[in-house]
């Protein structure tokens, strides 16, 4: 058996060079990987919105039947496989999420399981793989996990505080609700909103017909913009506001990429995350 092992760690090892190139939504997005807000959102949208599930198997190139049954192996091969299937998984983007102190050769059996699953597989990032249910009456890491006692614990907390007349007469729960002149407010900021387009939209007829011009935007060097040149970035793509059936809101999404092209560093005040 141990030569065995010594060949499978072998093309473990050379399974590692079996990287794929990037999903093209990455290409598509001009999204940074090396910047840590565009690589939580992208990651989210490869994973969950254009992402398909394919087996652990055909990702990593290492087949969930060369994988020797855990009862087969002694305790010192089954942690020195877990290391070497852990740093490949590691290299196809897959966390394994056991407790910091849980011994190596009794993650063997999790991770022989979880070579039977399929999963999405991501460019870059991590995705993180649970093995605990966070359930109190059985616990998938005996003596090495403390979750559940403190999930147990902040639940425990919560449920006193919520019923806790002294802490909830603090609270005023007229302080929470939208006022009249709050929604007079509101009603303001959207007429001025839409007195600013408006006369936007009218400033740019009156130069189109006292100087002829088709229509269109410019640069301000009077160079007309061409939409479909201009890049969008990856805040974009997993924004609400992308491609909506609302032409004014696209004319300014288009005109505020159009402004930040040559940054380096796209920002959007009014940016909604399709996560929310």
Not at 115 to 121: A, F, G, L, Y
Not at 159 to 167: A, L, M, P, R, V
Not at 175 to 185: C, F
Not at 200 to 217: A, Q, T, W, Y
Request: net charge negative; hydrophobic share 30%.
């Amino acid at each position: 058996m141990q030569h065995y092992i010594d060949q499978l760690i072998g093309d473990i090892r050379e399974a590692t060079l079996n990287v794929k190139p990037p999903h093209k939504l990455w290409f598509e997005s001009y999204a940074d990987p090396d910047d840590e807000g565009e690589l939580e959102d992208m990651s989210y949208v490869e994973q969950y919105l254009y992402g398909k599930e394919e087996p652990i198997s055909d990702i990593t190139g290492i087949d969930v039947s060369l994988l020797p049954p855990p009862n087969k192996l002694t305790e010192d091969q089954q942690a020195i496989m877990s290391v070497e299937l852990e740093k490949l998984l590691e290299i196809f983007h897959f966390h394994l999420d056991f407790p910091e102190t849980y011994p190596a050769h009794l993650r063997y059996p999790f991770i022989v399981n979880f070579w039977n699953e399929s999963h999405v597989p991501l460019s870059f990032g991590k995705s993180h793989i649970e093995f605990c249910d966070y359930c109190n009456d059985y616990c998938a890491f005996p003596d090495y996990c403390t979750v559940c006692p403190e999930v147990k614990a902040q639940m425990e907390f919560d449920e006193q505080f919520e019923t806790d007349d002294t802490k909830m007469e603090e609270i005023d729960i007229n302080d929470l609700l939208v006022t009249p002149k709050n929604i007079e407010n509101w009603l303001k900021m959207q007429e001025n909103e839409k007195d600013d387009i408006d006369q936007l939209f009218r400033i740019s007829k009156k130069n189109d017909d006292e100087f002829g011009f088709v229509g269109g935007f410019f640069h301000d060097d009077g160079t007309p913009i061409d939409p479909n040149s201009i890049p969008v970035p990856g805040l974009c793509i997993i924004c609400k506001k992308h491609n909506i059936d609302d032409p004014e809101e696209n004319i300014l999404c288009m005109l505020n990429r159009s402004d930040q092209r040559n940054e380096s560093n796209f920002q959007c005040g009014a940016f909604e995350s399709i996560k929310g």
